[in-house]
């Protein structure tokens, strides 16, 4: 009878035991797991930190700084114990992990803004051709005299596609007396650019253009000495000389 109790009693205790030794063992496996993790994501950290300079961002604070160490006192009992600082482990891999993924939005934000920047500066010549007047003075093909260009003029057959030479909204359209038939694009930054003795015109007003895209053909409108495309880039209301803006890859001299 005693031998019986004791039997079942032992069995119990056992039972017990073998109950904590395997806790014990899985819990082993967690903190492996999540010293895993935690390594990868400082490896995370580190590119990111790496993308946030090549964006041109300000360097941050290491988050590891900024990740306070629990507070409470630990449990006596060596399973809780684990459990409770696996507990406060996942909690900071979870702060560190928000901490780089909104890191890495900000990288996203400013490369977008940046990418945008130069989508919108005028670098392309706006028409296959040959540029027969550049910026400056020159003597005025009607009267004779000596007068400044505030541009410069594209020599191309009639017809020829005029693109957009960056990112921009179509600001206005309309003829002007010695300019003919005029576009005005503008740019962003206080940047825009303008295109005179135009044939047509391809776009609307209002209407939202990206480098590359046909915005009118060339013409002779206006006071015209052939066919050519008269372009003007300003600056914050000043015209200035469009050779600067127009990468040379691009541009096709005489
Ligand atoms: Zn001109």
């Given at each position: 009878m005693f031998l019986l109790v004791a039997g079942s009693l032992g069995t119990a205790f056992w039972k017990q035991h073998q109950r904590l030794d395997w806790q014990a063992r899985h819990i082993q496996r967690l903190e492996k797991k999540l010293a895993g993790?935690?390594?990868s994501l400082r490896l995370l950290g580190q590119q990111t930190r790496t993308l946030r300079a090549l964006a041109g961002l300000p360097e941050q604070e290491d988050p590891q700084n900024l990740l306070g160490t629990g507070?409470?006192?630990l449990p006596?009992?060596?399973v809780q114990r684990h459990i409770y600082k696996t507990d406060e482990t996942?909690?900071?891999l979870l702060a560190l992990t928000r901490y780089e993924?909104?890191?890495l939005q900000n990288v996203e934000e400013a490369?977008?803004?940046q990418q945008d920047h130069w989508a919108r500066i005028p670098s392309i010549q706006p028409a296959d051709g040959y540029i027969t007047s550049g910026f400056g003075y020159r003597k005025d093909p009607f009267t004779g005299r000596i007068?400044?260009?505030?541009?410069?003029d594209i020599f191309a057959p009639r017809g020829t596609p005029v693109v957009a030479p960056a990112r921009g909204r179509v600001v206005r359209i309309r003829r002007e007396r010695g300019y003919g038939l005029t576009l005005e694009l503008d740019h962003g930054n206080g940047i825009h650019t303008f295109y005179a003795h135009l044939q047509s015109v391809k776009v609307r007003?209002?209407?939202q253009v990206e480098r590359g895209d046909t915005i009118a053909f060339v013409g002779n409108t206006g006071r015209s000495t052939g066919p050519h495309l008269h372009y003007e880039v300003r600056v914050q209301g000043r015209r200035v000389n469009p050779t600067r803006y127009i990468i040379p890859a691009y541009a096709f001299y005489d």
């Open positions: 993790l935690q390594d507070g409470l006192a006596n009992d060596p996942l909690d900071r993924l909104l890191s490369l977008k803004r007068k400044f260009h505030h541009g410069i007003r209002g209407q």
